[in-house]
Structures are given as C-alpha cells and as structure tokens.
C-alpha cells in the first residue's frame, strides 16, 4: 500500500456524485471523475485515511487491487486465488465479503460472494495450513467484488461500517435521516456555515449536527472507532495520528446561531443527546416548539436558512395537505427576508405550501423519490404552484 497511485473508488448516495467529487478535490484527490453513485480518483495511502476522517457524503473507501475480464464463476475463482491476499492481512483476520453484480453471466452475487471468499481462504489454506473465518456482522477485513458486464474489480474496503454511521448518533425517531444525505443536502444547499440556520422539525437532530460539525471543520468521522484500514498488515499508524493530530488543529469555534425545535419533547430530548455526543451543546440549541404557531411577535433574523424534513408517511396522508398548508403559512407569515429548503418524498405536500420553488433537486431517501426544495420568503408571498 505504498503505492502513491492507489486507485480509489468512493461510494455515496444517488445524486450526491458532484457534491463528492468537489469534497475529494478539495483534499487533494487527483484525477477524480464522477461515476454512478460515487466516483474514482488517485491518491496515496495517506489520502485514503483523510478519505476516512473528513468526507461528509462518502459511504465507502474503496482501494483497488485488481481489474480484469471474467467469464464464469471458475474464472473468477482462479483469479481471486491468485491474489497475493497475505500481502494485505493476516490469516487471523476474519473477513466479509461483498458482492455487487451487473451482468448478464452472473446473476447471484451471493454464488460471486461465495466463490470469492473461498479463493481467498483456499489460498490461506495452501500457504500457511490455516484458513482466515467469515464475520458477516463484524469482520475485520472487507472485501469488495464488483461485476460490471464482463470486467471483474476486487478492491479492499477501507472504511468497515458504512461512513453515515458517525458515532455521534445513538438516538434516533422513527425515521431518521441518514448523516451522508443529510450532510449532502447542505452542500447541495451551498450553506457555508456563516449565518444562522434552523431546523424547526429537527427530529434526532441529524441536520443540526451535521452543520455544526462542518461549521466547526472538525472531521465528520472523528468519533469513529474503528476504521477497517487499521486491521490491513502494512497500516502504518504512525501516519494516521499524524494525519488525525493535524486535522483536529484545523477546528473553527466561531460558529453562527444552529438551533432547532420539535413539538415533541421526547424527540427532542434525543436530538439534544446526539447533540452532546458530538460535543456541540455549546454550539446547537434544541427547543420544544410547534412550528405551526409561531408567536405574532417574535422575529426571526432575516438571511436565516431553514432546514426542514416534514412527515411524509403513508399513515399521514389524509394530513398531508392541512400540514404543509401550515408550513407555508408559517413560512411566508413569520420568515421573510429568509431561505427555506424542503425536504420531502411528498408531491402531494409540496402542491399544498402555496409557495413557489426557485429550485429544485431530486434525490432518494431510501428508496422514495425525493426532492429538496428552495423557497426565497418576501413581504407578501404569493401563492404558487410546487
């Protein structure tokens, strides 16, 4: 892994690609191209633990070891055995398998995941008389094999657990909103973390904190306690503490007002433990508020941006229209002189705001079509459609 031209795939979400691909240029990426659902780049073994501790939108670190044309499942074996996996780790290590396949010579990823897996521990086998144990739930080695029509990528995962799983959030509503969706929105958003923003149905808190974590320039992953690269033989430590120490000297304390509010005290309570996890109570102010009676006579300081993620579950349809009535209201009585974005699987809600959009982007939240929404509020509003 000395190599300073690792071939590196980064994974995220449908329609965060640009947004990744802006995040890996300004950490020093180089030869960075967007690709369905994350893109492909270069960088040293350095870049790749950087990769790990700051990219926002990013699921999965990938490095690869090899590329090559595959026919059939007895192909593949071959090729996979004669990957020099000791090189990489141990024979103590366990080890996952996961399997992606686009093709029409292989239909079943888990028979690709199997036959994976066992060139890799036939290969132990012969060499040392030991063979490395399958850990499908905590492994200390990730393997990554993708099929795409006839070429075969094998590459070892860097990153373990998905990245969205910070190590802040252990609170959470009944629909939480992932950290990498919810931290690219706000890039996508173009929110620089210089005036004020508020999530007035902030649920777990999921927003609020990805904005103060970015706010603050402290590494998105920093409360992470593992990464897989610190299992991979050759991982030098003395480089990722260095690379870590540095990065924590980058913090920025002077942050604009971030406060959020949730009609339900329990939620709240959670959004306002997540909160503390991070280490932003300082930073994030959480309230019990019903944003749909805002008082007569409280102001809101005009270039606030809103951030909100409004119900939309099927058992809420009947309301849909009577809430998102009262969102709009709210919005054009209470907020002018302010930026609101709306994130919604709802289509039938955003035809019910009675604002109209000056942007629009669709993405996913799961699998639901999504959209996120841009309203400038004004003095006297008027009605339009979404």
Excluded at 287 to 313: C, S
């Amino acid at each position: 892994m000395k190599d300073s031209n690792l071939q590196i795939v980064i994974k995220t979400l449908p329609g965060l690609e640009r947004v990744l691909a802006r995040e890996v240029r300004q950490l020093g990426g180089r030869e960075v191209q967007e690709i369905r659902r994350g893109i492909v780049c270069k960088g040293d073994i350095g870049f790749v633990f950087k990769c790990n501790l700051w990219l926002r939108t990013a699921l999965r670190v990938l490095v690869q070891l090899d590329r090559f044309q595959v026919r059939d499942e007895k192909y593949l074996y071959k090729k996979v055995y004669e990957t020099p996996w000791e090189k990489y780790f141990d024979v103590d290590k366990t080890l996952a398998i996961d399997a992606t396949v686009h093709s029409d010579r292989f239909r079943n990823s888990l028979l690709v995941a199997q036959k994976t897996k066992d060139g890799i521990v036939d290969r132990f086998r012969d060499q040392s008389g030991k063979r490395p144990s399958v850990d499908l739930k905590n492994p200390d080695i990730r393997i990554n094999v993708h099929i795409q029509n006839h070429f075969c990528t094998l590459s070892l995962d860097s990153s373990g657990e998905s990245l969205h799983k910070r190590g802040y959030r252990v609170e959470v509503d009944k629909a939480p909103l992932s950290e990498v969706l919810a931290a690219g929105i706000l890039a996508l958003m173009d929110w620089q973390g210089k005036g004020p923003l508020l999530d007035p149905m902030c649920g777990s808190g999921t927003f609020l904190t990805e904005a103060a974590l970015f706010a603050s320039n402290v590494p998105v992953n920093v409360f992470r306690k593992q990464f897989s690269f610190q299992n991979w033989k050759e991982y030098d430590a003395e480089l990722f503490d260095t690379i870590f120490e540095s990065s924590m000297k980058k913090e920025n304390r002077d942050l604009p007002p971030i406060y959020g509010f949730d009609i339900d005290p329990q939620i709240g309570a959670k959004a306002r433990r997540n909160v503390k996890n991070a280490l932003m109570e300082d930073v994030i102010k959480v309230q019990k508020r019903n944003f749909l009676h805002w008082p007569e006579d409280e102001k809101v300081a005009p270039g606030t941006t809103l951030i909100m993620n409004p119900p939309y579950d099927l058992k809420l349809e009947a309301d849909i229209p009577e809430l998102y009535k009262g969102i709009g209201d709210s919005l054009k009585q209470h907020f002018s002189g302010c930026t609101a974005w709306v994130f919604t699987a709802s289509a039938e809600g955003l035809k019910h705001l009675g604002l109209k959009p000056t942007k629009k982007i669709q993405l996913k939240n799961a699998k639901l079509d999504s959209w996120l929404v841009r309203y400038d509020l004004y003095e006297g509003s008027k009605k339009a459609g979404s």
